[in-house]
């Protein structure tokens, strides 16, 4: 079972916030942060480019060397590519969920089994 727990909350300047998450499966623990956009944008949101970024700072400063960047075209998608990258990944490993739009954002966080704080 995939569980994701708040690690640490970063601030947008419209007063929402993004999270970092540590998500435990199969055993294994990661950090985890998802955005909103597609690979080919050459300009992402306030709040997918601070997740990414608060993403790379956690797993610096946990000492984690490899981030694993995945994008999730459709909901459908999204639970095949979690399972798969979160088998295929490291204990110990930084994974950043790029959603193709919100549904599939909504679709993300409830197969990671968010617990909000």
Same mark, same amino acid.
């Given at each position: 079972?995939?569980?994701?727990?708040?690690?640490?909350?970063?601030?947008?300047?419209?007063?929402?916030?993004?999270?970092?998450?540590?998500?435990?499966? !199969?055993?294994?623990?990661?950090?985890? *942060?998802?955005?909103? @956009?597609?690979?080919?944008?050459?300009? $992402?949101?306030? /709040? %997918?480019?601070?997740? !990414?970024?608060?993403?790379?700072?956690? *797993?610096?400063?946990? @000492?984690?060397?490899?981030?694993?960047? $995945?994008?999730? /075209? %459709?909901?459908?998608?999204?639970?095949?590519?979690?399972?798969?990258?979160?088998?295929?990944?490291?204990?110990?490993?930084?994974?950043?969920?790029?959603?193709?739009?919100?549904?599939?954002?909504?679709?993300?966080?409830?197969?990671?089994?968010?617990?909000?704080?």
């Amino acid at each position: 079972m995939i569980s994701s727990v708040v690690l640490k909350k970063y601030p947008l300047s419209d007063g929402a916030s993004v999270c970092v998450w540590r998500t435990t499966f !199969k055993g294994k623990v990661f950090y985890t *942060a998802w955005g909103v @956009g597609t690979p080919a944008m050459e300009h $992402v949101s306030e /709040r %997918t480019a601070v997740a !990414k970024r608060a993403l790379q700072d956690q *797993a610096g400063q946990a @000492g984690m060397q490899h981030q694993h960047d $995945v994008f999730v /075209r %459709t909901p459908y998608a999204a639970g095949i590519s979690i399972h798969s990258t979160l088998t295929e990944a490291y204990h110990h490993e930084a994974v950043f969920f790029l959603c193709a739009d919100p549904a599939v954002e909504q679709e993300l966080i409830a197969f990671l089994n968010v617990v909000a704080s």
